[in-house]
């Protein structure tokens, strides 16, 4: 008989966020990855707390994957296991950047990306000499074996496909480059397409961080990835995130659109010059605050709905300034919204200046992780305390979340795109941003020790 891997994908018993609708879940595609990098000798089982309450199934090893938000739940899960002698490895962004911590409730940890190291984990577990951690080298995309899509739950609307990974900028609040490293690495096209032809979704998400990337090579890989859809005749509508810059090239914008492209997220996070600065947004400030409109309207003309993420609680934000920041977001054409807190993640400088300058409210690890969704205000924000922060939060929720503000964002998308299906899209995520707003509103945490 066949050994069994159990792949286990953890969900934040706190807030369900983006699981709650079926319409915004997300596979967890590392793991299909890691069902792909197993030999054929192996049985595989995933147990997704995405689609299903964590059930115990029975194998001979656990690799489970977390988020800092899921890492609590990941640890709880991990017990179960290893409380009936079987062996966790423990990989994924959370563990990565605290391998020690996880160390504490997992056997083994993989840190980084699994391709070039997973091999030998099975080598050395079906040896009986599993290791502690494992160092893995960023992998070589040209040699990525593809997902296995075949394990994720049918319900799922959305295939996830990965075109790059990496970033060269180096924003305060973000995990990506301590993960991925600086280097921006391209998947093989042929890979890519085959792999959207292989999975029998309509809608697809580009998990990439930037699906155009930020040099001549990447946009070249952008022209002939979409060229090739639209060649192949996948036939597919498909959303991803891009740097604002993406607005200057109306060429590939309409290439983007034949292709399926309906949304593009963009990280936008704040409308002045001080708080992007804060966060060292520097392509938003290289393109200039004055010209955010002027990108939205390029976006729009090629049919494509604009994402745009907020973040609130940098540190130069007030109160006042943090309303001034939801009137923007009201009278901007931007179609769907996305307002985060500031969530100083592990493994960001944001984290290490939070800590240093004693900001950090968790009292209670790994169980305050669970706070880490972007949503709750887990650090004394600057120019107010975290409670203001949490109630601006929750002002701007009731808002930018109203059925009268979706509504009108669906006839102003409509109109602005000349495309009913891309304000279908558009109305369909802010639901999905509403339901989140609605499950809990924002708290401060700790905020009575603080
Ligand atoms: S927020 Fe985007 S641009 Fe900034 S470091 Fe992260 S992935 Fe790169």
């Excluded at 002045?272 to 400030?285: F, H, M, P, W």
């Amino acid at each position: 008989m066949k050994p069994t891997l159990i792949l286990v994908n953890p969900s934040n018993p706190y807030r369900k966020g983006f699981t709650l609708r079926r319409e915004s879940r997300q596979v967890p595609l590392g793991l299909g990855l890691v069902a792909a990098l197993t030999p054929q000798t192996w049985k595989v089982v995933l147990i997704d707390e995405n689609i299903k309450p964590f059930r115990f199934r029975p194998g001979d090893l656990v690799a489970i994957t977390a988020f800092t938000s899921t890492a609590a739940r990941a640890y709880e899960i991990a017990s179960i296991y290893r409380n009936r002698g079987i062996p966790v490895v423990m990989g994924g962004i959370h563990a990565s950047i605290k391998p020690y911590e996880a160390l504490q409730y997992v056997d083994a940890v993989v840190v980084g990306e699994a391709e070039s190291i997973w091999k030998q984990v099975v080598e050395d577990f079906e040896a009986g000499k599993l290791q502690k951690i494992y160092y893995a080298s960023p992998a070589d995309l040209s040699s990525m074996p593809q997902p296995r899509h075949e394990i994720f739950h049918p319900s799922y609307l959305f295939a996830s496909i990965q075109t790059s990974r990496g970033c060269p900028m180096d924003c305060d609040f973000c995990s990506v480059p301590a993960f991925n490293g600086h280097g921006y690495r391209l998947r093989p096209v042929e890979a890519i397409w085959d792999e959207i032809a292989s999975v029998p979704h309509q809608l697809l998400y580009f998990v990439d961080d930037n699906i155009v990337g930020y040099n001549e090579k990447a946009r070249a890989h952008a022209y002939e990835l979409f060229e090739g859809m639209i060649r192949r005749n996948l036939r597919k509508e498909w959303f991803a995130q891009a740097s604002l810059n993406i607005a200057r090239d109306a060429e590939l914008l309409k290439l983007a659109a034949r292709s399926g492209c309906k949304m593009l997220l963009i990280g936008v996070e704040a409308e002045t010059e001080d708080s992007l600065r804060d966060a060292n947004k520097r392509l938003n400030i290289k393109m200039g605050v004055d010209n955010y409109s002027r990108a939205f309207r390029a976006i729009h003309k090629a049919g494509i709905a604009v994402l745009g993420a907020f973040i609130y609680g940098m540190d130069s934000d007030t109160p006042e300034s943090l309303r001034k920041r939801t009137q923007y977001i009201l009278r901007s054409s931007v179609d769907v919204v996305q307002a985060s807190a500031m969530t100083p993640l592990p493994g960001t400088r944001l984290y290490e200046r939070m800590r240093l300058e004693n900001r950090l409210l968790p009292t209670k690890l790994p169980l305050d992780y669970q706070h880490f969704h972007f949503t709750d205000v887990v650090f004394c924000p600057a120019k107010m305390d975290a409670q203001t922060l949490s109630e601006e939060m929750n002002r701007a929720y009731a808002s930018i979340c109203s059925m009268n503000q979706i509504r009108m964002k669906f006839l102003r998308t409509w109109w602005n795109t000349r495309s009913l299906r891309t304000a279908i899209w558009a109305w369909n995520s802010n639901l999905n941003y509403r339901a989140v707003a609605l499950e809990k509103p924002s708290i401060a945490i700790n905020t009575d020790l603080s």
